[in-house]
């Protein structure tokens, strides 16, 4: 007896009756090696001719309804175990096939048959079965069913037909160029998206770089003032900080933030970069000098000199802080450059009302914290290098609507706020954007 069969003798038994006479019995019938004659596989059990002689396989009917009352505690069983005759008894004509059943447990060897009949199995798994009923008819289903079984077995090459593309459907296509390796951080966007699906943008990507490029020029000028004044350089005494030497009351104080913080970044940058370095750089473009090196730096220039002409040192950190906007204009658009320059005025800005609260002491707590929130504002573009660089993420554009919307603060702050000139200049400059933007979706 091999040793399947000692094991699912034993297995059985331990299954169905746990006690000390069912396995002395089964011993003695182990010893035993019953062998019956090979006839036809019978429904209560059956013996098959293995190599090197005749093996018993325990009764698959009768002997299980014999052994299942005994799964209770009884000695009803015993009797049944005696001896080997109860199991010579208890079996039936059984199947003789040594051969089926070495082709049933060991795999096939790939034969001629199967290599050259491919294209056979890709017909049959197209019609399905009643391409193998009529081969049957035929007296040609061998064919099919090797070609079939070496399509399986990996024995014989699969047809270029039943080969699936990674890529075959839509939503399989990558986002992502896998060569680039895994991005540092969080995945701004998806892993999969459809090959013609439009980039996705990202609010955060824009507020990132709009307050890195507020905190660099920032940095800059705090840098080249204090050198300046460490080496006996006076700043001009015309200039003055924007509280222009009083403190003011705390509405005073909170129109002022709005106004340096939110409507003039929005006018400024709608003016100068959207508006005068946008049409340099077509013109300079058209000229093949560049796009962005003389545009911005004649952009810079007018914008700085509206801005500060009393001090020439002042007058080079707010030049290096414009040609940084020109940079985040050129590269991230009009949202960023908008969020840098605001940004920018509104750290400056905020003592201004810190001092009109009376807490002017909680200005120390600005430069830690300015410098937390460009770590995390350098992580968040690190993370996002990869989807900037695969084209599946871009920076956010100014839609029709948020011109409009801009346009609309810009009258409102100019008739309740402040009426500042360049706000009204601004808005228009908006309102003429976003009917160009409606007009291109439309298109």
Known sequence: M???TRF????????????????????????ARVAVPAVSLGAAGASIHGLGGAIAVLPAAGLQAGLVPSLTPSVALTPALNAPAALVNAAV??????????????????????AAAPAAALSVLRTGGGALTAAAKTGAAEAPR?????????????????????????????????????AQGPRWVGSF??????????????????????????????????????????????????????????????????????????????????????????????????????????????FVALHETSDPVLFFTRFVHAMILSHVYHKEGILASMAAHGFFNGLLALSVVLSAVGLPWLGLAVVPAALYFALKAARTLRAQKPDIASGALTPKPLTAGLSFLMAGILALGYFFLMPNIFW????????????????????
């Open 8 to 31: 699912a003798v034993a297995l059985s038994l331990i299954l169905a009756a746990p006690g000390l006479a069912p396995y002395q019995a089964a011993a003695q019938t182990m010893s």
């Open 146 to 182: 090797l070609a079939l079984d070496g399509l399986f077995e990996g024995s014989a090459a699969r047809p270029d037909a039943l080969a699936v593309s990674a890529r075959s459907a839509a939503s399989d296509a990558p986002r992502l160029d896998p060569s680039r390796g895994p």
């Open 193 to 302: 998206r459809a090959p013609d699906a439009a980039p996705a943008t990202s609010v955060k990507r824009t507020l990132s770089v709009g307050f890195l490029a507020a905190v660099a020029p920032i940095a800059v000028t705090m840098v080249v003032v204090v050198i300046a004044q460490l080496l006996g350089y006076t700043l001009h005494p015309n200039y003055q900080g924007p509280s222009a030497g009083e403190v003011p009351t705390i509405l005073s104080a909170l129109a002022m933030w709005v106004g340096a913080a939110i409507m003039a970044p929005v006018s400024e940058e709608a003016i100068f970069r959207g508006g005068l370095q946008r049409k340099l750089s077509q013109l300079t473009a058209k000229l093949h000098i560049g796009d962005f090196v003389v545009p911005a730096t004649i952009t810079s220039m007018i």
């Open 424 to 443: 009204i200049i601004g808005a228009v400059a908006l309102i003429v954007k976003g009917i160009m933007a409606s007009r291109s979706q439309k298109a």
């Open 93 to 114: 004509p059984s199947l003789a096939a040594p051969a089926a059943l070495r082709a049933a447990v060991a795999p096939a060897a790939a034969t001629p048959e199967k």
């Open 2 to 4: 091999n040793r399947i």
